[in-house]
Every structure is written in structure tokens, then in C-alpha cells.
């Protein structure tokens, strides 16, 4: 069964030149607990969410994958 993937957060990261470790500095959590984010393994809670959209300087949903129809 495949991982159904709800996040962004690494294509993200890439598309501002960042890394999970810079972000897990920044947010104070472990770097294993950015990876697990970033491979959709884990996910942050919707507070730590807007503070990643915060750092990344995004809008919240361009961390979250649409759950519209894509005809």
C-alpha cells in the first residue's frame, strides 16, 4: 500500500533554497522530525504548519496538496 501523501513541505523547502535542517533549527525540533514530516512518514500539527508557512514566507496552503478533482 503506498503513503498517501498530505504535505509539501520538501518540494517547498527546495523551491526556497532550504533545508530540513535549517527548519528544524528554526521551528526547535529534531531534524528526524522535519524528515519524517518531509517524506509524509509524520505531519506537523496545523500550528507548526502555519509557523513552517511563516519561515518559508508562503501561504499555508502551498504546503498542503489540493483535495480537488483534477480533471
Same mark, same amino acid.
Do not use: F
Given at each position: 500500500?503506498?503513503? !498517501?501523501? @498530505?504535505? *509539501? &513541505?520538501? +518540494?517547498?523547502? /527546495? #523551491?526556497?533554497? *532550504? =533545508?530540513?535542517? #535549517? %527548519?528544524?533549527?528554526? !521551528?526547535?525540533?529534531? /531534524?528526524? =522530525?522535519?524528515? *519524517?514530516?518531509?517524506?509524509?512518514?509524520?505531519?506537523?500539527? &496545523? #500550528?507548526? %504548519? $502555519?509557523?513552517?508557512?511563516? $519561515? @518559508?514566507? +508562503?501561504? &499555508? *496552503? #502551498? !504546503? %498542503? !496538496?489540493?483535495?480537488?478533482?483534477?480533471?
Amino acid at each position: 500500500m503506498s503513503k !498517501l501523501k @498530505l504535505n *509539501r &513541505i520538501k +518540494v517547498v523547502l /527546495v #523551491e526556497n533554497n *532550504r =533545508t530540513s535542517k #535549517e %527548519l528544524a533549527n528554526h !521551528l526547535g525540533k529534531t /531534524v528526524s =522530525t522535519v524528515s *519524517r514530516w518531509c517524506t509524509n512518514e509524520a505531519q506537523p500539527s &496545523i #500550528e507548526t %504548519l $502555519y509557523e513552517v508557512a511563516k $519561515y @518559508l514566507k +508562503v501561504d &499555508i *496552503r #502551498e !504546503l %498542503l !496538496l489540493s483535495t480537488g478533482n483534477k480533471s
